[in-house]
């Protein structure tokens, strides 16, 4: 492998002289400045997840004045237990779209696994955490399997997964029975997405983050000003960081209110919350700044280049497979535990959800853009629509169709995107 390498960002600054003359170089800016430079970003097709936080924004103001129960503190808490499986997918399969690759098969397998931890965490079998490390070991050992095949062998990553899609559902019927339900979940698995932090542990929680980012955001600055590289301005750090602050407080506050019935007290934010801000966290650390993450976009951006530069294309592809298949089992504990339940179906269509997911939030079908918060986002906006419509009372056939519909015009906002930068539709 190469000993350096330049990150995604900086390639597609260095493509776009306007943005440099607005930055300049080793010198800091104001607000203004950044502004025009993001204004000149979006007009070059470099829209991110701005159109997915857009139908966010405009679905809650929809779906707020439709139905009174919407922006309620029970249902705000809900969405976030709906959608958090859906969000780790999206982030799971987040490592093979950059590389311009498809997993159709990260449904079925944490199908696989969950069935083998909840049929073999019975009463009378295995301790909970012997079960999960085997639904993980079924996780590495798919995604190793499609690595192989993928990246070694050369067989395209759709014909791969889809033979998976289709062979694992055989799996899980060897191993739960042809209409079997194994219900019996493990209480510490179950509280995941059925309970909530005390009130005061959502400030804990919020305090904590925000340390996290001022430290990160500080060594940033710190590594970059040691490299002779040019800095950002602080006004800008403060200014998003201070947002951060603002709407994670307003949204601990939201949540604090006590949402449960006359007879029983329920307040607090839901544990998942935390679970899934941490493994979003450290996938951005190993996207944004590792040489694996940069070798991810490298490759999706032009294969080719990035093995003549020394990245071992080989290496990076199969280890890409790895991370995504077993966070998809992480998604899948985070969906029996919400469920209580896992069956012959599991994981079938959720899928489809998940790369619905990413490329809503503006994560490139084409590989080589996007970022995993924007996977994030996008599962907010399918979460939603699921939610708002069945406050609504529309039926399952109508979020489908509302769903697809939003995949379609994301994906052609993202050829559209490509084909004012200059990228080419063609992978």
């Known amino acids: 492998m190469s000993t350096e390498s330049t990150s995604p960002v900086a390639a597609e600054a260095a493509k776009k002289p306007e943005t440099q003359s607005l930055l300049g170089e080793g010198v800091e800016h104001g607000v203004i400045d950044h502004a025009r430079a993001y204004v000149g970003r979006v007009r070059g097709g470099e829209m991110g997840a701005l159109p997915a936080l857009g139908g966010l924004l405009v679905l809650f103001a929809i779906f707020g004045a439709s139905h009174e129960a919407f922006l309620t503190p029970r249902n705000m808490a809900n969405l976030m237990t709906q959608a958090a499986p859906l969000v780790v997918l999206g982030m799971a399969l987040v490592f093979v779209l950059l590389l311009g690759e498809i997993d159709l098969s990260a449904g079925v397998t944490f199908g696989v696994a969950m069935a083998v931890f909840v049929k073999y965490t019975q009463p009378d079998g295995l301790s909970w955490p012997v079960g999960l490390a085997l639904a993980m070991g079924i996780g590495f050992a798919v995604g190793a399997t499609i690595g192989f095949f993928v990246a070694k062998i050369g067989v395209p990553s759709f014909v791969v997964t889809l033979g998976l899609f289709l062979g694992l559902q055989g799996v899980i019927l060897i191993v739960i029975g042809a209409g079997g339900t194994y219900r019996l979940i493990p209480e510490p698995i179950k509280a ?37 590289a040019p800095n950002g301005s602080l006004s800008i750090m403060f200014l998003k960081l201070g947002a951060i602050a603002v709407i994670g407080g307003a949204l601990v506050v939201f949540l604090s209110v006590d949402r449960g019935s006359v007879n029983q007290a329920i307040a607090g934010v839901p544990i998942v919350v935390p679970l899934v801000l941490i493994l979003g966290l450290i996938g951005t650390f190993v996207l944004d700044r590792t040489k694996f993450g940069r070798y991810i976009y490298a490759i999706g951006g032009n294969r080719e280049a990035a093995r003549r530069s020394g990245v071992n294309v080989t290496a990076v592809k199969w280890s890409a497979f790895i991370v995504c298949s077993s966070l998809a089992v992480v998604a899948g504990l985070l969906y029996v535990s919400r469920v209580g339940s896992a069956d012959a179906s599991t994981g079938r269509e959720i899928v489809l959800s998940g790369v ?32 708002g419509l069945g406050l609504l009372g529309f039926s399952a056939g109508a979020t489908l169709a509302v769903s697809g519909g939003v995949l379609i015009l994301a994906a052609t906002v993202d050829a559209l995107a490509r084909r004012r930068s200059g990228g080419s539709t063609n992978s």
Request: hydrophobic share 60%; charged share 10%; glycine share 14%.
């Open 356 to 387: 619905a997911a990413a490329v809503v939030g503006g994560v490139s079908l084409f590989g080589g853009r996007g970022r995993l918060m924007h996977a994030a986002v996008g599962a907010l906006v399918i979460a939603t629509i699921e939610n």
């Open 192 to 228: 995941i997405q059925n309970s909530n932090m005390p009130v005061w542990g959502g400030w804990v929680l919020l305090v904590g983050l925000m340390a996290l980012l001022v430290a990160v955001a500080m060594w940033d600055r710190w590594r970059r000003s040691k490299s002779g």
